[in-house]
């Protein structure tokens, strides 16, 4: 019989199989990447496994904006409309509070109102570019508000999540496709590709964590009172419906987890008097825009 058939030797044990060599420098190769992909983040100083580097991050990220922009409705004309100036106006004040006006990213930093009026969301791609549907601005109540979101997605960005996702999304990856490789039982290879998803799964839910406390901190640095993070947080619950699935299979926290944590990091950073420094700003009436009158174009 042919060893590749995994035949018995005379011992009678089972004989050796090749696709253990080769799983095993799949594997090595993927650890071997992951070690190496170790940088320290120009902002914070941590040490991270990160896939690109942050010019890297710039360009993807402005390559990927228009795609993404089409597939949520289009950008919002800030020309055009009060709401898509104030978004940028909000955006560009968080980061020249924060540490971000004075990270690699400061001048690449855009913020963008997107015409999708169903999906209540905000992201941020690598490098700056940052995003807010119309349905989720329609559903905040002031300005700070619209801060506390735009904080975290700049949270995002500083922590370098994306670039550190993908490092961590290859790694899994190698390592699901090694034990697929090594075995010859097909409940191995699923189970090992189940598992690379709940740990990035995991580690998704500690970067949103990670991002609401710091956008906590670059909104109060910019003026705007953290507690209506909180608000934020109960927006989102509204808007789930409370359909959600378990938290433990979901890349976000619940909001009712967001809302503990959150809660428990203003009182322990902010002093009463501090609060009372700090402002709602102005209301957004329900994102019509009333109220508001546009400013001149700039072309």
Same mark, same amino acid.
Request: glycine share 12%.
């Given at each position: !019989?042919?060893? #590749?058939?995994?035949? &018995? ?6 004989? #050796?199989?090749?696709?253990? /060599? ?10 071997? $990447? &992951? ?27 402005? %390559?990927?904006? *228009? ?7 289009? #950008?919002? =004309?800030?020309?055009? =409309? ?20 004075? $990270? *690699?990213?400061?001048?690449? #930093? ?19 570019? /940052? ?22 997605? /700049? ?6 999540? +994306? ?20 075995? =010859? ?8 590709? !189940?598992?690379?998803? !709940?740990?990035?799964?995991? &580690? ?8 609401? +406390? ?31 699935? *378990? ?5 976000? *926290? ?5 809302? %503990? ?26 994102? +019509?825009?009333?109220?508001? $009158? ?6």
């Amino acid at each position: !019989m042919s060893i #590749f058939g995994g035949g &018995y030797n005379n011992s009678g044990g089972r004989g #050796f199989n090749p696709r253990w /060599i080769i799983a095993a420098v799949i594997a090595i190769i993927g650890l071997v $990447s &992951y070690v190496g992909s170790r940088q320290k983040n120009p902002v914070t100083g941590e040490m991270q496994h990160v896939a690109m580097s942050v010019e890297q991050e710039r360009a993807l990220g402005l %390559q990927a904006a *228009p795609q993404m922009a089409q597939q949520m409705g289009g #950008f919002v =004309d800030p020309r055009r =409309d009060p709401d898509a100036q104030l978004v940028a106006e909000v955006g560009n004040k968080i980061v020249r509070a924060s540490e971000a006006g004075r $990270s *690699p990213y400061s001048d690449n #930093f855009h913020f963008y109102l997107l015409d999708d009026r169903n999906t209540v969301n905000a992201f941020a791609l690598p490098g700056g570019q /940052i995003f807010i549907t119309r349905a989720l601005f329609d559903r905040l109540e002031n300005e700070a508000q619209l801060a506390g979101v735009l904080g975290h997605e /700049i949270g995002h960005v500083i922590h370098r999540h +994306s670039a550190q996702q993908m490092a961590k999304g290859q790694l899994g990856q190698m390592l699901a496709t090694a034990a697929g490789v090594g075995s =010859d039982d097909s409940r191995v290879a699923m189970g090992a590709q !189940m598992a690379n998803q !709940m740990v990035q799964l995991k &580690y998704g839910r500690g970067d949103e964590s990670q991002s609401d +406390s710091t956008g906590v901190d670059y909104m109060a640095n910019a003026g705007y009172d953290p507690r209506e993070m909180l608000g934020v947080m109960q927006i989102l619950k509204k808007a789930s419906g409370g359909g959600r699935q *378990p938290e433990f299979l979901s890349s976000h *926290p619940l909001p009712e987890t967001r809302l %503990q944590e959150l809660d428990a990091i203003i009182k322990q950073r902010f002093k009463p008097t501090d609060l009372q420094r700090l402002s709602k700003g102005q209301p957004l009436h329900g994102g +019509s825009g009333a109220g508001r $009158s546009a400013k001149p174009e700039k072309w």
